[in-house]
């Protein structure tokens, strides 16, 4: 009874049809579609990337027809040679997906009859700040389910925290106190998860979902009552305070985007190295992994596997309500109803996508807020797409990266499973 | 053993250590009074590496930030010490079975526990990993560790045990001297206090009706659970497979019914092949199934008890037709049936899991009974079931017997093996060390269980017992080890 026993009559051939060869294929018709359909709806007009946030200064050109099937063939070549060699999955899927988004913004931008400029500054800082909020909320997912416990209430985390955050700004006076009470109120959602699924065993996913239709019903009754009749005394939170830093400001394209910040866009990078290095480095990341990954080992060492769960998915309710003033303290001001409109469940997408990892969560995010920008700038420019076409973009996105593209991923071995000794 | 490492609590009764009694609340306070364990089903997280998870729980850290250099050093130190040579970034998945099991020990001694437990540490070895492991325990006794080794076979605790306990069902029922004959030990494992007795004539086996021939089935961590059985039942007869739980017959028997795929061999019903049929298909052959684990696979417990008596039949005539099913129809059967087999329940439909075990295994047999059976085959038929129930299920299944229907049995208590069976196979690491008469001396029995064939040239294990299979795979066998 070993391990090498069965390797005559079990060894099972690799089949052909890789992950890599069938998102080769994919990519393939990815571009000839691009190629041979955007190419011909282009027009010749130039289609011009400016570096900066607006659309004067330094930039470079593109004819519109011929980028269109240029970089059409950069993603019909991306695609083949994943089909042909299996390899280097990751690097190729990016080159095939950049040339077919290149190539369709060639078209678009070429027979806009707006503009034919494409500010990448503006972009950059477009795709960051729509991020953010995707950041906390999959920080929270992460160190949720990194101990074991399935997080689905991210998005009403986020939405307590936008309440809580605008209400207490107000009733306060102070920015910073609303931010507190932002973190306390997710932190609160996060106690009612914890107890049900850690003490009472219900359905973590059950939980986390009625969780969502309970923070929403309630801030939305608290604002029809409490808010809307008197805005100026209870929703009315204070203004981030801008924070540029001279000099790396100037720097093309990402400057605008990383270094004219806020409390939200810095405390999201930091909170990413914070929360990397915590889980990877200390005595608490250890023992919260071997919690999620096998509570019954790390019982039997000692560690308090249901009290290191609680602390967790407390904290995971800090980051998530955190963020979660995103929504009524910078991209708006003022808390509305159901303002958070999903982008919990993205960021429960972007944690999976970035493979439970605060890191590849982070970068998830990032890939999600560039198709949240991307939109904004074709519904900017009068693109011939609908807008209401344009906007599913993020959530097809979303089902590719969840499904296809993320392939093989392992969750925590516990996740979603209660822990009951013996 | 978990009561002494604090996993479970201990109804009554005290633990002393060094004399002195102690409370031992949960794991920590264990490894506090010394005691480490590893356990049958390693207690290690398969994507750390082998140091992370032997420092777990005591992590070398300064304010919080783990100092990886000193554990990997105290890793090295410790396997060096009792010369356990350990990778310690490998990562444990990675690692083969025999080389986690030294990383359990490791973890323990890191720990320095006075006192360790190994609980069956053999049963996922290899012999050759099984003798490096006996010589392990050897040098930690020369260090003055103090171990409890829990095993099943003889050979070993005879190699290195200074005194040996026999435990059977929670109780102490000897102990004996390391130079106790094997016979010995096996008599006191095996046990003869209950003598079963069936009533039932002397077969009249037919054709036959279940032929297993080279049959080969991975269990779910692809290891060869059945190893070549070849196995043929009869019309009329009943066939009780013996042996030690986890010695493959769970496999046999879920392969046979499509549960679990044949990775070589075959299985013939009445002459046809069904070795890749469905389970279904099976069933609809004639086949009854009594599964080991009733709450597990046997019935659904929220259903009622009619339901569950038609739990694989809901689809046929009288029961369903194409569209609804005939509840009076499954009334009427439930009626019969629960007078037919006694089963004590207030009505037909109060909740299977409401009913005692042995009423629920009524409700079972009842069921697979209730079609014209070509092949009976009952896993474990009385486990957890009283002595009343016990007497009529055994009786049922001999009647099924005399009606012409061949019969498997399988039990992990010899007492049912040898009351039931016309023939007896007895099956060790997956294969059929023998085939014997009813009538085999217990302690003949129980050598074989212990995966020795007395009958064989020497006493010594390691003898062949059965003709020699080709040995692909080094150390999938269990013939050829060298007892040091």
Known sequence: MTTSTMDVELAVPEAYWTRARKTGAVMIVLGLLATILFGALASSENARFALGENVSGAGFDIPGTAGAILFGLVALAAGAALLVTGKHFGVLTGVALMGFIISALCWQMSVSPVSHIMPLGFIAAATFTAAIPLIFGSLGGVLCERSGVVNVAIEGQLLTGAFFGALFGTLTGSFWLGLLAAAIGGALLSAILAVFAIKYLVDQVVVGIVLNVFAGGLTAFFYEQVMRPDTDAYNFPGKVPSWPIPGLVDIPIIGPALFNGNIFSYGSLIAVAVITIALFRTRWGLRTRAVGEHPAAADTVGIRVLGLRYANVLIAGLVAGFGGAYFSMLSTTGFSKYMVSGAGFIALAAMIFGRWHPVGAFFASLFFGFFGALTGFLTSISSPIPSQFLSMLPYVATIFAVAGLVGRVRAPAADGKPYVKG | ?484
């Open chain 2, 1 to 484: 053993m978990n009561v002494l490492y604090g996993l479970l609590q201990p109804d009554s009764g005290e633990i002393l250590v060094d004399g002195a009694p102690v409370r031992i609340k949960g794991p920590g306070d264990a490894i506090k009074v010394g005691i480490g364990m590893v356990h049958q089903h390693f207690m290690l997280v398969p994507v750390f590496s082998v140091a992370e998870n032997i420092m777990l729980g005591a992590e070398p850290a300064h304010g919080g930030f783990i100092d990886h250099g000193k554990a990997v050093k105290l890793v090295r130190e410790v396997s060096q010490r009792y010369g356990l040579p350990l990778n310690p970034d490998a990562i444990i998945e990675d690692l083969p079975i025999g080389i986690q099991q030294r990383v359990e020990i490791v973890k323990a001694l890191t720990r320095d526990v006075d006192l360790l437990i190994l609980d069956e540490p053999t049963a996922v070895l290899t012999p050759q990993e099984t003798d490096e492991l006996l010589e392990v325990m050897r040098g930690l006794k020369a260090a003055g560790k103090s171990i409890v080794f829990i095993t099943h076979k003889l050979r070993e605790v005879k190699a290195v045990a200074d005194r040996i306990t026999v435990i059977r069902r929670g109780r102490t029922v000897g102990t004996a001297e390391p130079t106790a004959p094997e016979s010995e030990l096996a008599e006191l494992m095996v046990g003869r206090s209950v003598v079963l007795e069936v009533p039932k004539e002397a077969a009249v086996p037919g054709e036959p009706v279940l032929e297993i021939a080279g049959l080969v089935v991975a269990d779910d961590r692809e290891h060869r659970a059945v190893d070549g059985v070849d196995l043929v039942v009869r019309a009329g007869e009943v066939l009780g497979i013996a042996g030690v739980q986890g010695n493959g017959q769970t496999e046999l028997v879920e392969s046979i019914m499509g549960l679990r795929p044949a990775r070589a061999g075959s299985v013939h019903l009445s002459g046809k092949p069904i070795t890749t049929w469905h389970t279904r298909e099976v069933l609809r052959a004639g086949v009854g199934y009594v599964p080991e684990d009733r709450s597990v696979d046997g019935l659904v417990k929220e259903f009622s008890v009619a339901e569950n008596l038609v739990l694989d039949l809901y689809d046929l005539p009288p029961f369903g037709g194409r569209f609804a099913l005939d509840l009076d129809a499954i009334e009427a059967q439930a009626e019969q049936k629960i007078a037919e087999f006694d089963v004590r329940t207030q009505s037909p439909h109060q909740p299977v899991g409401a009913l005692s075990g042995g009423n629920q295994q009524k409700v079972i047999v009842a069921r697979e009974m209730s079609t014209p059976l070509k092949l009976l085959i009952a896993s474990q038929p009385t486990r957890g079931v009283d002595v009343g129930s016990i007497e009529f299920i055994h009786s049922r299944i001999v009647a099924e017997r005399d009606r012409g229907a061949a019969v498997l049995v399988v039990s992990s208590e010899l007492d049912e093996v040898v009351a039931l069976a016309d023939r007896v196979a007895v099956m060790y690491r997956g294969r059929v060390l023998a085939v014997v008469s009813p009538d085999t001396p217990r302690e003949t029995l129980g050598l074989l269980m212990a995966g020795i064939d007395p009958s064989s040239s020497s006493h010594t294990p390691g003898t062949p017992a059965s003709g020699e299979q080709d040995t692909q795979g080094e150390g999938m066998s269990e013939h050829g080890e060298a007892a040091s």
